[in-house]
């Protein structure tokens, strides 16, 4: 089985503060991480990925993500929140071994207050 | 198209209806993913396609939802008999295999 825990469901910062989604996962074998955003009445959009390699992922819109095996944590980071940053984030897994199923966390909202 | 597009956008309907949900996947993409999102909560899969072949419906919640991807491209989530429990937002999203996954906008079933 396979799970993802995000811990805070709101994550409040200001604006041009460095910002941290956290979110810890359980997989059997090695894990494809994933982070998407999704704004209000819109889809889910993919942000970054893990799959293999270096352990600092950067994706889109700044955000980069930190993998660590030991802690079976990758969080969302980003060096300085803009208020347009605010919205719902979710954190995804997938064991390497299966193309298909991902688990989702339940999501953190972040608030980016200016 | 540029995305993946779901229609209708939104659903109304009566306890007891049959519904059905289509899912334009991105041309070229191999794998399609049915999820199902509760008010609140994350998105929980439903089922896998790759291709026409359906690898996993392990998360089809009972024998009343159904999925279809008869060509490889289009696909359908079709709920019978519809009940309350069933409204959510399903969602569709497709990949290349074993690459990250694009969603569409979801569709908004509401059963009154």
């Known amino acids: 089985a396979q799970s993802v825990a995000q811990p805070e469901d709101q994550v409040n910062v200001a604006e041009g503060n460095p910002l941290t989604v956290k979110c810890t996962y359980s997989?059997?074998?090695?894990?494809?991480l994933f982070w998407y955003v999704q704004y209000p009445n819109r889809g889910l959009q993919f942000l970054l990925k893990?799959?293999?390699?270096?352990?600092l992922v950067k994706g889109s819109y700044g955000f980069e993500a930190e993998f660590n095996k030991s802690q079976t944590s990758f969080h969302l980071k980003k060096p300085s929140a803009l208020v347009s940053d605010s919205a719902l984030y979710f954190c995804?897994?997938?064991?390497?071994?299966?193309?298909?199923?991902?688990?989702f966390g339940d999501g953190t909202t972040l608030t980016v207050k200016p | 198209g540029a995305g993946v597009s779901q229609s209708p956008r939104y659903k109304v309907a009566k306890r007891g209806q049959d519904v059905a949900l289509r899912c334009d996947p991105i041309?070229?993409?191999?794998?399609l993913f049915w999820y199902q999102q509760a008010l609140g909560q994350g998105p929980e899969f439903l089922t896998y396609?790759?291709?026409?072949?359906?690898?996993?419906k392990s998360g089809l919640p009972s024998d009343r939802f159904f999925a279809e991807r008869p060509e490889g491209s289009v696909s359908t989530l079709k709920i019978q008999r519809t009940q309350q429990e069933d409204s959510a937002v399903y969602l569709c999203?497709?990949?290349?295999?074993?690459?990250?996954?694009?969603f569409g906008q979801g569709t908004r079933l509401t059963v009154v």
């Open positions: 396609f790759q291709n026409e072949a359906q690898l996993d």
């Open positions: 041309s070229g993409h191999v794998s």
């Open positions: 995804a897994v997938r064991a390497n071994t299966n193309a298909g199923k991902s688990t």
């Open positions: 999203a497709s990949s290349s295999v074993g690459a990250e996954a694009f």
């Open positions: 997989v059997s074998g090695n894990p494809y």
């Open positions: 893990y799959i293999t390699g270096d352990n």
